[in-house]
């Protein structure tokens, strides 16, 4: 089983407005709702890709049976903690004139202790030998800042395999519990060492240290300059491809379900990072967060195979 966690789930608003100008009336050309949240992302992908998950997480409020019977409508599994807060909507605003994407995103409901323990119960009842556990995303101002860790350590304890996608404190505390793989950018390495980390070079020197407290598997989002996987000795970089982006949001998320298929289908170190490449590029080509599809894909795979190099 493939399990996903959001712990800060949103409603993800697309605003599209052509020419957007600030301190004025704006008026949208399109407007459209997706479920959200990182881990709803990933299991959105992953049901594309034929492979079933579980969703866990918080969610409340007006949003919380359009969530579910989307979910439902999707066929992807899900549990969530009924929490007495909303769940919060996030707002993106697309300035196709201008090319220029903005995101207002909420900070989250408060949860209550009730409903965190009633979720770490649910989640190490929902944990067993075998399973790819994903967590991802922010999570509320009101759950520690050592969650990640506190979930790896309960997943790894069962026998499951971890991924984590998070930054800053949450990715550092992440780290602490040695998960299998994770997948921050290059921002998200510039946050963990406080210094600027922005070319290959670098990516490589700070993953090194990062290999060195025990995580093994590394991939590396570039944004449009590519990405980098490094697995134990392999190291490879797969050049950004030139698409048209209608949206970046959840480019990363179909990255990390590109984890989990190569886990699931057993692929080498360069077809992992060429599918998740790919995944990453078909994703910036559609509108709002939708999932990306499988035969889309594969379509443009070749065009990353011919761009890699191990490095």
Known sequence: ?????????????TLII???????????????YDIGGKGINVSKVLKNFG???LALGFLGGTWKNSFEKELDRRGVGHKFIN???STRTNTKVVDRKNNVYTDINEAGPIIAETELKQFVDLYSESCSQGDIVVLSGGIPSSVPKDIYGTLIKIAKSKGAITILDAEGELLANGLKEKPYAI?????????LFNKSI???DQIIDSCREIKAQGVENILVSMGSEGATYISGD????????KVPVRSTVGAGD???????????????IKETLIFAQACGAVTVTLEGTEACKLSDVEAIMERVRENIKEV
């Open 254 to 268: 179909s990255m990390v379900a590109a984890l989990v298929y190569s886990i699931v289908n057993n692929l080498d």
């Open 1 to 13: 089983m493939v399990i996903t966690v959001t712990l800060n789930p949103a409603m993800d608003k």
């Open 18 to 32: 052509d020419d957007f100008k600030l301190g004025a009336v704006n008026r949208t050309s399109d407007i459209r």
């Open 83 to 85: 929490i007495e807060a």
């Open 234 to 241: 392999k190291k490879y970089f797969a050049k950004g491809l």
């Open 198 to 200: 922005d070319n290959l």
């Open 183 to 191: 997948k921050p950018n290059n921002h998200e390495l510039s946050l």
């Open 51 to 53: 492979i079933e998950s």
